[in-house]
Structures are given as structure tokens and as C-alpha cells.
């Protein structure tokens, strides 16, 4: 038997008075985020990293120097090949998919990328004093319209912003915003602004498309190269 939800008509009446309540309550489609993202396409870079002269040293030494660069930094020496988290912005770069979470006062980013995970609160904090600087950093959040605005700060400086090795230090503060440009498109803008390894602000902006039928996949950077030495502490006699 189909139950009865609303009966006679004050319940009717009463509903419809709440009803604009309740709607009033749900954020607007734009702002939902949520969802599984895959890069679609390359970065555009707005504007191009020009370097210090100590952070350009330090960017030529990963890349075999300028005479003959390589595609990417070095296995050698780069933080994420021994395990170290990658930080918000290399996560960025990478041709890997990100799930978004809302709750109602935070986002949460699930990276399929080292399984990383990352979290912005959209509560009107504001960052800690004093806090010890993190691989993610702190992230906070707010809307500007239908635009996600987000700033991190205390990213530990043992990070790539890039495959390519560009560094960067704890002064950093790493700019994002989000915005749906449809159902199923989203658009993200990034800034590094960091006054001690560059000369002036730079950033770019990438494209994802939503993936719904799509699930975050385990995919551990450091499994296999790591996984012969743990074998031969845990293997049974």
C-alpha cells in the first residue's frame, strides 16, 4: 500500500509555507562542486614563472641543467618518488582524477594520486598563527558568486609545484578558484604567489570534466618501489 505523505489541507498548506524555507536552505546548483573531476586538456599558463636566482639554480639541477633540460625533474630528486605528499598544486598538474565532498562546513578533495587527501574550510576561519607548515598546507574557502575562492598557506618548501621541479618556499601562498562552467565542466584558476622564489606572481587555469560512473582508484606512487623491501620484513618463515 503507497503511504500517504501530506494529508488533508493543512498539512498541504503548512508544507507549502515551508516550502520557500527550504529551498532558501539548499545551496544553488552552481555551487555544488562535488563530484569526480579528470583533467581535460593541458594547463594554459596565464603567465610564466620567472624565477630568483637561487630557485632558478635549484630548478636547472633537477632538469639536468638549461643546455639540455629534461621533460620532467629527476626521479633522483624528486620529494614524491620517496614518498613525500605531493601538495595541492603538483596534484593539480597531474593527468589523474580528484573527487570533491561537500559538508556544510568544509570541502573535502579526495586525490587518487598517492590516495592524498586535502581539506578547505569554508566555515570563515582564518588561518592558525604560528601553525607548523604541512605538506598540504591550511586551506580556506569562501564564494565570490558562483566561484569557489580558495588560498593555502605553510606548505612545506620540500614540494614540486611541478613535475618539472619548480620550487617554491613557506612564504607561498597558492590561490585557487573554482567555478562550474556547466553540469559537467569545471574550471580551476591558479595563482603562486610567492615574493621569495619569484619575481612576480604566475599561474594558469585547467579544465576537468565530471566522470560520475567513475570510481577513486588506489594508485600509490611509492608501492613499487617500496613494495620488494617490505616483502622481506613481512614475508612468513
Given at each position: ?74 626521479d633522483m630528486m624528486d620529494p614524491a618518488q ?54 598540504m598546507g591550511h586551506s580556506t574557502g569562501r564564494w565570490d558568486g ?92
Amino acid at each position: 500500500m503507497r503511504t500517504q505523505l501530506i494529508h488533508g489541507p493543512f498539512s498541504l498548506a503548512t508544507a507549502l509555507l515551508f516550502a520557500p524555507l527550504l529551498l532558501a536552505q539548499a545551496p544553488p546548483a552552481s555551487r555544488d562542486l562535488s563530484g569526480l573531476w579528470t583533467p581535460r586538456g593541458r594547463i594554459d599558463f596565464l603567465a610564466a614563472p620567472e624565477m630568483k636566482p637561487w630557485a632558478k639554480e635549484r630548478y636547472e639541477a633537477v632538469r639536468f641543467g638549461v643546455a639540455n633540460p629534461t621533460e620532467q625533474g629527476l626521479d633522483m630528486m624528486d620529494p614524491a618518488q620517496v614518498c613525500y605528499p605531493t601538495g595541492p598544486s603538483r596534484q593539480l598538474t597531474l593527468n589523474r582524477p580528484f573527487e570533491i565532498v561537500h559538508t556544510p562546513d568544509r570541502i573535502l578533495i579526495l586525490y587518487e594520486f598517492q590516495h592524498e587527501r586535502r581539506l578547505i574550510y569554508t566555515d570563515g576561519r582564518g588561518h592558525p598563527a604560528g601553525q607548523k607548515p604541512t605538506f598540504m598546507g591550511h586551506s580556506t574557502g569562501r564564494w565570490d558568486g558562483d566561484t569557489l575562492v580558495v588560498e593555502s598557506v605553510g606548505q612545506r618548501e620540500e614540494t614540486w609545484l611541478d613535475g618539472l621541479g619548480s620550487p617554491h618556499t613557506e612564504a607561498m601562498r597558492y590561490l585557487e578558484r573554482f567555478r562550474r562552467l556547466a553540469p559537467g565542466s569545471l574550471e580551476v584558476n591558479f595563482t603562486i604567489d610567492d615574493p621569495e622564489a619569484y619575481t612576480k606572481p604566475w599561474g594558469g587555469k585547467r579544465l576537468y570534466e565530471a566522470k560520475p560512473d567513475w570510481l577513486i582508484m588506489e594508485q600509490i606512487n611509492c608501492e613499487d618501489y617500496m613494495r620488494e623491501r617490505l616483502e622481506r620484513v613481512i614475508r612468513r618463515p
